[in-house]
């Protein structure tokens, strides 16, 4: 009954945690000369599934107003890689990773790894790009010895961090239970004929007997979530250097040249 009670209690948080995003009653396009290519994808093969554990995810994609969606259960990954290209205000991808498990042989790591890959086509126009995040980590751990881990890391064109945080629970050296729950925004700046990606994971990890000190009741829950819009979109002119005409170099090239003849008389 306590495991049973538990992962309830994980489940539940996992509903709590689904971000909220803002919606446009009638999408807004953005400009055509801004490319917003976006992927969620996940490799299952790199994952952890072993004894009484379970994982599971669910992705999202709204492009233009049209969502298509994506899920994992257990062993199983149905509609991978999502990839659309975001094209008005208010698209974006919402994610959410979970994993539980009990007993002295659970085991459980679940990640999807997503990427933006933006191109500003323009030749004379420089964009300003708002994104909105909204994203809950959460992580409990319970008995002898059970940990749990919940994450998301977001990196900038510039290989710098642009989210970090992290969520972690130990039965052993504590605390039983962390988590997060934060709203950010953050601004893309692109030059003409410029191309920046972005990349981020979600990813939650669970153990029992992780030092071989636990009990058949030992338990763990962790469960991540991000949700990234678009909601504004500036540009603004890049004035193209006018060409010098020759008309206006023949003088300069005249005076030069004759400098240069007093010089060496």
């Given amino acids: 009954m306590m495991i049973k009670s538990f992962i309830m209690q994980v489940a539940l948080i996992a509903g709590l945690l689904v971000p909220v995003h803002m919606a446009f009653a ?83 790591s679940l990640t999807l790894h997503f990427l933006l890959e933006i191109r500003n086509l323009s030749t004379d126009k420089l964009f300003e790009i708002a994104f909105a995040v909204g994203f809950g980590l959460e992580a409990a751990a319970q008995g002898g010895d059970a940990l749990a881990q919940a994450s998301l890391g977001l990196t900038g064109p510039d290989a710098n961090p642009l989210i970090d945080r992290f969520a972690g629970a130990d039965s052993i050296y504590g605390p039983p239970a962390d988590g997060v729950t934060e709203s950010t925004s953050f601004l893309i700046r692109i030059d003409p004929g410029q191309t920046l990606t972005l990349t981020g994971a979600l990813d939650v990890y669970g153990a029992v007997n992780f030092n071989g000190s636990a009990v058949a009741t030992d338990s763990y829950g962790a469960v991540a979530n991000a949700d990234i819009r678009i909601v504004e979109v500036g ?21 030069f040249r004759r400098g240069i003849r007093q010089t060496g008389q």
Avoid at 54 to 68: E, M, N
Avoid at 84 to 102: H, K, N, Q, R, Y
Avoid at 243 to 248: D, V
């Fill in 26 to 108: 009638t999408p807004t396009p953005i400009h055509p000369d801004l490319s917003i290519i976006t992927a969620i994808l996940v490799d299952l093969s790199a994952n952890d599934l072993d004894g009484n554990s379970s994982r599971s995810a669910t992705a999202s994609l709204t492009a233009s107003g049209a969502t298509t969606s994506a899920t994992v259960a257990g062993a199983a990954a149905t509609g991978f890689p999502l990839t659309g290209t975001l094209a008005a205000l208010g698209d974006g991808a919402s994610i959410l990773v979970s994993t539980s498990g009990s007993d002295l042989d659970a085991l459980s």
């Fill in 235 to 255: 540009s603004r002119a890049i004035p193209i250097p006018a060409p010098i005409a020759l008309f206006a170099v023949a003088p300069l090239l005249a005076a």
